[in-house]
């Protein structure tokens, strides 16, 4: 008797989740059509991110490109990092 009742538990458990997946994927097409915009315009927030960029600088020592707000500096000389800043400094 107990087996009957945990497959039945199961059973009710299994058609339970699958009723509120198929509720979950009917959408009304009011909705669909809300979804389908913001999708399109969060594709176009990314691209726009990905054209706006970030202005790059060309390391010194190493030829390296990097973020300009990453640099290190001295003087008029921009590198990518203090090593490469002392590095340099090293060779004068």
Not at 23 to 46: A, C, H, T, V, Y
Not at 55 to 66: L, N, R
Not at 80 to 90: E, Q, V
């Amino acid at each position: 008797m107990s087996r009957i009742l945990f497959f039945l538990g199961i059973f009710i458990v299994i058609a339970v989740a699958w009723s509120i997946s198929r509720r979950r994927q009917s959408l009304s097409i009011k909705e669909r059509d809300e979804l389908e915009e913001l999708r399109r315009n969060e594709r176009g927030r990314k691209n726009a991110q990905a054209v706006i960029g970030e202005p790059m600088e060309k390391c010194e020592e190493c030829g390296t490109y990097f973020p300009r707000r990453e640099a290190v500096r001295r003087g008029a000389h921009i590198y990518c990092s203090a090593r490469c800043r002392d590095k340099a400094s090293k060779q004068e």
